[in-house]
């Protein structure tokens, strides 16, 4: 038997409000990324590598039905799994007009198991319109993109917006009854250690639904490779990462989802740190301390 988290898995989350282990299939809806294409600026951020930072969709020009139908078959034989979120993660997937945004949502919906929709975006590509439109799907979820509160940090990156965009998305959308994940990245060279537990006051402050925590990787064809290649700076060794996200930890609400604090990683592209692919390394490693500590989900945390 699976021992209890010191904090709130989205695994648990899930199993709580649909009654059994739900499944998230990754999507590619074919979206683009205004930070990519030239409307923001050029280059993009400066993590993000050729297939959009993190992601790996390989949707091989397949319609969104068709992907929906190879996971679920997949998952199905594979784990008896019976439920299953939609999730469309590569690149900004609100960066459309209102029609094909509508019919590409609408498809994610084809079949009677999906009981969710996730969809990962940027807080500066939504509006009133789309945000209308995303609450009327079962039970809607939006993963935006912060990286960091500081604007400083927003700009050396390459960012194009700021925090007070990121605020303002999170304020609309939970108006709405739409879930809001965050996610950040932790070791950015200009960034201290409060700088990052700044981050995650501030999501606490907006009372946010769940986090992704990621480690700065470079990745191989990101405009930080060539930065890191030409002179190479220091990233955080794997306990280090670990001490700050149980600090982070202990700053969020207890209903906080935690939706990624370590992820498989993509040895083939990961220049540095190596250990970011040892999932399992590191997440043993965050219950250790936190054992260590004694310490939970939100004990430090003031509404």
Same mark, same amino acid.
């Given at each position: 038997?699976?021992?209890?988290?010191?904090?709130?898995?989205?695994?648990?989350?899930?199993?709580?409000?649909?009654?059994?282990?739900?499944?998230?299939?990754?999507?590619?809806?074919?979206?683009?990324?205004?930070?990519?294409?030239?409307?923001?600026?050029?280059?993009?951020?400066?993590?993000?590598?050729e297939?959009?930072?993190?992601?790996?969709?390989?949707?091989?020009?397949?319609?969104?039905a068709?992907?929906?139908?190879?996971?679920?078959?997949?998952?199905?034989?594979?784990?008896?799994?019976?439920?299953?979120?939609?999730?469309?993660?590569?690149?900004?997937?609100?960066?459309?007009?209102?029609?094909?945004?509508?019919?590409?949502?609408?498809?994610?919906?084809?079949d009677?198991?999906?009981?969710?929709?996730?969809?990962?975006?940027?807080?500066?590509? &939504?509006? %009133?319109n789309?945000?209308? #439109?995303? *609450? !009327?799907?079962?039970?809607?979820? /939006?993963?935006?993109?912060?990286? +960091?509160?500081?604007?400083?940090?927003?700009?050396?990156?390459?960012?194009?917006?700021?925090?007070?965009?990121?605020?303002?998305?999170?304020?609309?959308?939970?108006?709405?009854?739409?879930?809001?994940c965050?996610?950040?990245?932790?070791?950015?060279?200009?960034?201290?250690?409060?700088?990052?537990?700044?981050?995650?006051k501030?999501?606490?402050?907006?009372?946010?639904?769940?986090?992704?925590?990621?480690?700065?990787?470079?990745?191989?064809?990101?405009?930080?490779?060539?930065?890191?290649?030409?002179?190479?700076?220091y990233?955080?060794?794997?306990?280090?990462?670990?001490?700050? &996200?149980? %600090?982070?930890?202990?700053? #969020?609400? *207890? !209903?906080?989802?935690?939706?990624? /604090?370590?992820?498989?990683?993509? +040895?083939?592209?990961?220049?540095?740190?190596?250990?970011?692919?040892?999932r399992?390394?590191?997440?043993?490693?965050?219950?250790?301390?936190?054992?260590?500590?004694?310490s939970?989900?939100?004990?430090?945390?003031?509404?």
């Amino acid at each position: 038997m699976q021992k209890e988290k010191r904090y709130y898995p989205y695994s648990k989350y899930l199993f709580e409000t649909f009654g059994t282990k739900v499944y998230k299939i990754t999507l590619d809806g074919g979206f683009n990324c205004p930070n990519r294409d030239g409307t923001i600026s050029s280059g993009g951020c400066i993590f993000c590598d050729e297939v959009g930072s993190y992601s790996r969709c390989a949707s091989d020009n397949l319609s969104v039905a068709q992907q929906i139908k190879s996971s679920i078959e997949h998952l199905s034989a594979q784990f008896k799994a019976k439920k299953f979120i939609a999730y469309f993660q590569s690149f900004s997937n609100t960066y459309a007009n209102l029609e094909k945004l509508q019919k590409t949502y609408d498809e994610a919906f084809c079949d009677d198991r999906i009981v969710g929709i996730s969809i990962g975006t940027r807080p500066d590509c &939504v509006d %009133d319109n789309k945000l209308d #439109l995303i *609450k !009327t799907y079962k039970n809607p979820w /939006i993963e935006y993109g912060l990286q +960091s509160a500081n604007d400083e940090t927003l700009k050396l990156i390459n960012r194009g917006h700021d925090y007070e965009c990121f605020k303002n998305a999170v304020i609309e959308t939970k108006k709405r009854g739409i879930k809001v994940c965050a996610h950040i990245i932790l070791g950015f060279e200009n960034e201290t250690k409060e700088m990052m537990l700044n981050t995650a006051k501030k999501l606490a402050e907006l009372n946010i639904d769940g986090i992704k925590i990621h480690m700065l990787t470079v990745l191989a064809d990101s405009p930080l490779y060539k930065k890191y290649s030409q002179k190479p700076f220091y990233l955080m060794d794997m306990e280090q990462y670990c001490e700050i &996200v149980c %600090d982070i930890l202990e700053l #969020l609400p *207890k !209903t906080t989802t935690i939706q990624r /604090i370590a992820g498989t990683g993509f +040895s083939e592209t990961t220049i540095a740190p190596k250990w970011v692919n040892r999932r399992f390394e590191i997440l043993n490693m965050i219950d250790k301390i936190m054992v260590q500590r004694n310490s939970y989900q939100g004990e430090k945390y003031s509404p």
